[in-house]
């Protein structure tokens, strides 16, 4: 990882200082549960320069002003040659992303330097991290002119250990932010979803003591109902650390010592535990305490598992009544990131009778996961592996497999999560299986205790469905996307489809709809009318009801969203239309359709 982070830094970096010298950066950490932690934070307007042609990496050293925007320098009439100065900038409001706050960044897609100023004051036998829940999508972090670290992923958060360049007093952050797609990138060139760029969630200071922790797993093991295991990690602490846990409501105090690498291990019974379900989303909080570093957590407890074409949540089989959704704002478009937007995006998944949302095509917000938890939502939550990835590059795979790790650190202790996708509609290829074969057992070696799936074309032979992927063999739940009635034949045509299941693994239909214009209406042979988009949905119903070994569905979508690929003019303007909402929040007839059919599973 250290190597893998070095060579990063300095790759990134030569691209960009082709004169300029620098220490590599430091790696960064992901601290677990965070945003239970106290922070200091840095939200709010922060200086930004766009950089199309990247001269903030610096030209020729010898040329101080030259030297590169790290560096904070500020005009000063009479003074030496300075060309940019950022407290003469604009300003962009941090989290959000650029595009949906600035009309002149619309479309921008590129280098851009975010700079502000912050005072701190170090107590000894701390460390100080720089929080970022997400930058999307390389970013590079400077300190009082210092490098201290480089990210690479647009959807999970990273932390910097900045305690020895932090100074007490006036301090001030420069971070580069890079966009640009490319073909090694994860995603890559190509996706169906606006490439929203920026510091798209929130930023913090985060002090902890010399002696941390900074990650812990709790789980139910599969086939009890009160047997929980787990470990606590703690970074700086000697071997034969004392490790506390207690479960205040149900009386439980455990105590275990770190080992030689840090780690406390539990195992232990946990009399009168009440799992955790949609019915019954039962949370408890979990203190955690290591010498003078205290954590606490809200978690759930249960199991899922496969048996046969089944799955089953705490040992009974279950249907996932779900639908997917991006990551979007409501009203505002642009990335979601704040409490409202979650409250909802998952409050329209709630109304709709849903136990299950698919988070696609790459790690949510951390607060929606939270609100799943509260709300008994269950969730599939996915890397953005998202169509032709350059499966033979070992950077990409290096930085997919690093998604992948950080998405799985950061939500594992989340009940809701039941289902772990490693990718979304990816063509069929020896050295695709190979790259997430690999990605199935990184997945499977950080947390067994979930499912693993992905989202996979349907391949249809006249009327078949077959779901016979090679990639299947690496999965537990079988995701299948298709669109027949919209991409594939009309919507009379929908009933006559059957499936094929040579596996005999639990089928999930992770896509199929049509896309409505809220408020358009017409024959239901119209496409874009909402009464076509609903009789697709009436259609598909009539075929998914007869898959003897259909498991789940999460229709696509749950709101409209930007995306550069839909561009018909007074219909789409920017935006997919699959939507059962529209981005303003109007729900079309199909979601009303969709309600009324989860009701009635429930009968
Ligand atoms: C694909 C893809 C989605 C896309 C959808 C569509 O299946 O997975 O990301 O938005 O189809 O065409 O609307």
Excluded at 54 to 62: H, L, Q
Excluded at 396 to 411: F, G
Aim: hydrophobic letters at 40%; charged letters at 20%.
């Amino acid at each position: 990882m250290v190597a893998m982070c070095r060579r990063y830094a300095l790759y990134v970096l030569s691209l960009a200082f082709p004169f300029f010298a620098v220490a590599a950066a430091q790696q960064t950490t992901l601290l677990v549960d965070v945003d239970h932690r106290p922070q200091v934070s840095l939200d709010g307007p922060w200086h930004f320069i766009a950089d199309p042609y990247r001269d903030g990496w610096g030209g020729n050293p010898d040329h101080a002003s030259l030297r590169g925007y790290a560096q904070n320098a500020h005009y000063v009439p009479g003074g030496p040659l300075v060309q940019y100065d950022f407290s003469r900038s604009p300003t962009l409001d941090v989290p959000g992303d650029w595009n949906s706050q600035k009309d002149s960044l619309f479309y921008y897609e590129g280098l851009l330097w975010y700079q502000r100023d912050f005072t701190w004051h170090s107590k000894p036998h701390t460390h100080l991290f720089l929080h970022f829940g997400a930058v999307n999508y390389a970013a590079s972090i400077f300190v009082n002119d210092v490098h201290v670290c480089d990210h690479e992923g647009g959807f999970t958060p990273f932390d910097c250990d900045i305690s020895s360049v932090v100074k007490d007093g006036d301090n001030f952050i420069v971070a580069a932010v890079d966009d640009t797609r490319a073909v090694d990138r994860v995603p890559t060139i190509k996706t169906d979803w606006w490439n929203y760029g920026g510091i798209t969630r929130p930023v913090s200071l985060v002090e902890v003591p010399d002696a941390y922790i900074d990650d812990y797993s709790l789980q139910l093991r599969r086939g009890t109902s009160d047997q929980l295991d787990g470990y606590v990690h703690v970074v700086g602490a000697d071997a034969g650390t004392r490790v506390a846990l207690r479960i205040p409501e149900l009386h439980i105090e455990q105590s275990a010592v770190t080992d030689t690498n840090g780690r406390a291990a539990f195992s232990f019974t946990a009399p009168g535990l009440e799992l955790w379900s949609p019915e019954h989303p039962r949370l408890y909080k979990i203190d955690l305490q290591a010498g003078p570093d205290r954590l606490s957590d809200d978690i759930g407890f249960r199991t899922i598992e496969v048996q046969g074409d089944q799955i089953l949540l705490n040992g009974k089989p279950i249907f996932l009544r779900g639908v997917s959704f991006h990551d979007e704002a409501p009203t505002r478009a642009g990335r979601a990131w704040s409490d409202q937007d979650a409250q909802t995006l998952l409050g329209w998944a709630h109304e709709l009778d849903c136990n299950f949302v698919r988070m696609a095509h790459y790690p949510h917000t951390e607060n929606e996961y939270r609100l799943a938890d509260k709300l008994g939502i269950m969730v599939w939550s996915e890397v953005p592996v998202y169509w032709n990835i350059d499966w033979t590059d070992p950077h990409t795979l290096a930085v997919a497999k690093q998604q992948l790790s950080e998405m799985i650190r950061r939500d594992h202790n989340h009940a809701a999560v039941v289902l772990w996708s490693l990718s979304n509609e990816t063509p069929e290829s020896p050295a695709r299986d190979a790259f997430l074969h690999q990605l199935a057992v990184e997945a499977r070696s950080e947390d067994p205790t979930r499912l693993i799936t992905s989202a996979i074309v349907t391949h249809l032979h006249g009327t078949t469905a077959a779901l016979d992927d090679p990639l299947g063999n690496d999965l537990d739940v079988l995701g299948y996307n298709e669109y027949l009635g919209w991409y594939q034949g009309s919507p009379s045509d929908i009933p006559n489809y059957t499936w094929q299941n040579p596996m005999g693994k639990p089928v999930i239909v992770s896509e199929f709809g049509a896309g409505a214009k809220a408020g358009l209406h017409g024959p239901d042979t119209q496409m874009f009318t909402e009464e076509y988009q609903d009789r697709v949905f009436r259609q598909q119903f009539l075929m998914l009801q007869k898959i003897p070994f259909l498991r789940g569905m999460t229709p696509w979508v749950l709101m409209d969203f930007r995306s550069p690929m839909r561009q018909l003019p007074g219909i789409q303007d920017d935006f997919n239309r699959k939507g059962l909402v529209s981005d303003k929040g109007e729900k079309k007839k199909a979601f009303f359709t969709l309600q009324d059919y989860y009701a009635h599973m429930q009968q």
